[in-house]
């Protein structure tokens, strides 16, 4: 049990809330129907909650105060109105909490009784039934626990999680939008999550909950007395950051913007650079949303998306179609002439959302995905698992490297049935060893040895075997090695510098001179060589 949340206990209830809303993500998303039905809630706190996350792993070492931290990341990567009010009640936290001791029960109660207050103020026109009200019962049941001397961390928490839970449970009961739709609010959902990780955080136990799921629309006997959302009309999300302002800008702003749409969010946190707003409008005016941020500051990271629920289109029996993930654009095109999908890794990597985007955007009923990296193989799923909720059968091939990702593309054939044709994708892939040629970027103890930063490094399937200076005699040696153990087929994607393809092709032709080469040009930059040997 913690007696209190310190830095290092607030960074894990992070990592476990991210946890948390991305094994819930797709359920939230189904229980969204307000303030708009945009499937979209879960998304969006994921979202806020990994810009938290990022935030902090951005400042480790730093002296600055971990609920700061996540609460300026949270701030300024919110998405979403969920996203935002998130977002504000932690920085209401914050505000309480991060230059204090750390927090013990007390301490945590009144802070979060404080943070739900606050994100009420925040929200132009507050409704009940939602994710406000969630907050309100999770505070006043921690400041309960508190009046009737619970005052330990693990029982605040509970407590707090206990209350937010009842209160969820009940708002089918205060808006006819959710009892029609046989669903709890979707934010206040997430939030029950975040509490319970905060539970399972202090106290290393999960509380046992049902399931967030649709449960049967039942007629309610006041229903006339409950408010009713009207349909999403004609009308944008508009979200953007806002800097180069104050207070009383901020609040022309909020009084401009409140006039122009509803779901008004504003929210402000301290930055290294000053202060900034993260601003949430829906309007159907989205150029006078954009011009009041411009009189008002300087509104940058702006994104203006549909309210209206967009569905994608229905997948087309009999289509199928690979996905690669590919490290850059040479890659991509040589995957692309043979005939995959692509998604480039950028420089801040890939996310699950630009994976189903391409799956989704196939069109095709049948989807093959492939990660070509270790470390993307659970992204990928996770888009797949996505994707599967849109009628899609999709498949993760566990590729390791591109060079398996080629090994596969080239054994796929439409005309077999799509599972059979994934399995002979997959001992394809899983036939071929794979290899790399890279340079250390720091001093570091290997397989082979220890290395300097620049030495020239030989891997096979992600183990160092090889260290040198020269680039072509580490090749060579590599190659060497791998074929000591047989093989009939040899891919070589080059980097830049084809100097280094050519002499190792020499070499190949020389001493191995049964073996079969197929070389491509224009791989990643920052690799010099990678091999495939099967």
């Not at 209830?13 to 945009?38: E, I, M, T």
């Not at 959302?353 to 009923?365: C, F, H, K, Y």
């Amino acid at each position: 049990m913690l007696p209190a949340l310190d830095d290092a206990a607030v960074g894990r209830w992070c990592r476990a809330a991210v946890s948390a809303l991305s094994g819930s993500r797709s359920r939230l998303d189904d229980l969204n129907v307000f303030p708009v039905p945009d499937g979209d809630t879960g998304t969006n706190l994921l979202h806020t909650a990994e810009a938290a996350l990022a935030a902090l792993e951005a400042a480790r070492g730093s002296a600055e105060p971990a609920w700061q931290v996540i609460a300026r990341g949270a701030v300024l990567g919110a998405r979403g109105n969920s996203g935002t009010i998130l977002a504000q009640l932690l920085r209401g936290l914050a505000d309480q909490l991060a230059d204090a001791p750390p927090a013990d029960g007390a301490s945590f109660a009144a802070a979060l009784q404080k943070a739900a207050d606050t994100a009420y103020a925040a929200v132009a026109d507050p409704e009940e039934g939602t994710f406000l009200t969630v907050a309100r019962a999770g505070g006043e049941a921690a400041m309960a626990a508190v009046a009737a001397d619970r005052i330990e961390l693990a029982d605040v928490v509970r407590a707090a999680a206990d209350g937010a839970r009842e209160a969820l449970e009940a708002t089918p009961g205060q808006l006819a939008v959710l009892r029609d739709a046989g669903v709890v609010d979707a934010g206040g959902a997430g939030l029950c999550l975040l509490l319970d990780a905060l539970v399972t955080t202090v106290t290393g136990i999960e509380p046992a909950r049902p399931p967030l799921t649709r449960r049967p629309a039942r007629p309610h006997e006041h229903a006339h007395d409950l408010p009713h959302q009207p349909p999403a009309g004609p009308g944008s999300e508009v979200q953007y950051l806002l800097a180069g302002s104050d207070d009383a800008a901020v609040a022309r702003l909020h009084d401009r913007l409140a006039a122009l749409g509803d779901s008004l969010v504003v929210v402000g946190v301290d930055t290294p650079a000053g202060r900034e707003w993260n601003v949430h409008v829906h309007t159907s005016d989205v150029g006078a949303a954009i011009e009041a941020g411009i009189e008002a500051g300087r509104p940058y990271r702006i994104s203006v998306s549909p309210l209206a629920p967009v569905r994608p289109p229905a997948p087309v029996a009999g289509e199928r179609a690979v996905v690669a993930i590919v490290p850059g654009d040479g890659l991509a095109e040589l995957f692309a002439g043979e005939g995959a999908r692509v998604v480039t890794a950028g420089p801040d990597g890939v996310t699950e959302d630009d994976v189903l985007a391409e799956i989704i955007g196939s069109g095709a009923a049948d989807v093959v995905v492939l990660p070509n990296d270790p470390d993307l193989t659970a992204t990928a799923a996770r888009a797949a698992e996505r994707a599967r909720e849109e009628e899609r059968d999709v498949a993760v091939v566990p590729t390791r490297s591109p060079v398996q990702g080629l090994a596969a593309l080239a054994v796929a054939d439409p005309t077999r049935r799509f599972h059979d044709d994934v399995i002979t994708m997959a001992e394809a892939a899983a036939a071929t060893r794979w290899a790399e040629v890279t340079r250390a970027a720091q001093e570091a103890l290997t397989s082979a040895g220890r290395c300097q930063p620049g030495d020239v490094l030989g891997s096979a399937e992600g183990d160092v075997v090889v260290i040198g200076g020269d680039p072509a005699a580490v090749s060579c040696d590599l190659l060497d090695r791998m074929l000591s153990a047989g093989g009939e087929l040899v891919t070589l994607v080059v980097g830049p510098d084809t100097v280094l393809g050519d002499a190792v092709c020499a070499h190949l032709s020389s001493v191995h001179p049964t073996v079969e080469v197929t070389r491509y040009d224009d791989g990643p930059r920052d690799i010099p060589l990678q091999v495939g040997v099967e």
